[in-house]
């Protein structure tokens, strides 16, 4: 996708978790905590999401047809523990499409670091 910045609006591309996504995450955790999975073992249709699901399609339009990049806010990191919030994080980005390898080597998962170094 291309775009200027004067095309973009303000909030293009920032898709809001509500409180009945929350809600629903707030219970696949809960799930999650009592089933613990390996998080690429994880999947959506597992889980009672629709409006995530709804949420996520919307999403998905976007990256493909919109401004080709989205930031979703806000999943309430302080309400997970990390592990958790990387589970939840893998549910909402596979109801946009496969996740794939992001490392050559295979890694699906990793921490990366903003150091402030250039």
């Known amino acids: 996708m291309s775009w200027e910045a004067e095309t973009v609006l303000p909030n ?3 898709f809001e978790l509500d409180r009945a996504c929350l809600a629903e995450l707030q219970a ?3 799930l999650i905590e009592a089933n613990p999975l390996p998080v690429e073992a994880l999947l959506p249709d597992d889980f009672p ?5 709804a949420l996520m399609a919307t999403v998905k339009q976007n990256l493909e047809h919109g401004t ?9 990191l302080d309400d997970f523990e990390p592990a958790m919030a990387i589970n939840l994080h893998w549910l909402l980005m596979s109801l946009c499409g496969r996740i794939v390898a992001q490392k050559w080597d295979g890694t699906m998962v990793y921490d990366v670091t903003d150091t402030g170094r250039r």
Do not use: E, T, V, Y
């Not at 080709?68 to 309430?76: E, K, M, S, V």
């Open 12 to 14: 293009d591309g920032i």
């Open 49 to 53: 999401l629709p409006h995530c699901r």
């Open 68 to 76: 080709g990049f989205a930031i979703i806010d806000r999943l309430p």
């Open 28 to 30: 696949a955790a809960a």
